[in-house]
């Protein structure tokens, strides 16, 4: 059985870049507004958001782990075919266009037997197909299949929530309330890879996503041991 943690790092488009109409749409609420400070927060807020949606975002990295092998890879957006690794937490990092790291994402994903994420089913996993499906890539699995069966879908927000039963928390969070060691950093943390993008800070992104799975991973193995009946 070939298991793999994933997770992935998302960065939004500038509004400029979108149709009139698309700006309009997501502006719709800043528009009503006539005081103009109010109008430019609620302008900022909506391009904040624009990361969430694989319409007004792109893939900028992707990192997986092989449970069985016990290595990580992470594909992050670069011009430039570059590789070079970590040898401390065993990470090996390449840079690709997003149309590669989608293809090799779903060629893995081909031989997978089970997928583990953190919020996958909310975010990853949708923005990955749907992303696919923009750039004419065929997703090579679907892994949005029914709610309550893990056998190719742990993803663990629903397990530690018991399916959105009690409170759900962020990754940082549970790390810190078991113990795991948190990828979230003073300087980078998921709602800062837009502005690292934006700086040409790309392998800080492709690093902190290498500490998202390794962490990932590390609660897999608690809720796999404790948890999991």
Known sequence: MRQIVFDIETSGFKLSDLSESQQEYLLRDALKEEDETLKKLKTDEAERWLSLYPYTAKVVAIGMYDVQKEKAY????????????????????????????????????????????FNGRNFDIPFLMMRSAMLKIKPSKNFMGYRYDNKAHVDLLEQ???????????????????????PKSKEVSGMEVKNLYEAGRIKDIAIYCGNDIIATNELFKIWNNYLKF
């Open 74 to 117: 992470v594909y992050y957006e670069n011009p430039v075919d570059e590789e070079w690794a970590s040898e401390e937490k065993h990470i090996k990092y390449k840079g690709l266009s997003e149309v590669d790291m989608l293809n090799s994402f779903w060629r893995i994903m081909e031989q997978t037997d089970q997928v583990i994420t």
């Open 160 to 182: 530690f929530t018991y399916y959105g039963a009690t409170r759900k928390f962020n990754l940082d969070f549970y790390c810190h309330a078991f113990g795991v060691k948190t």
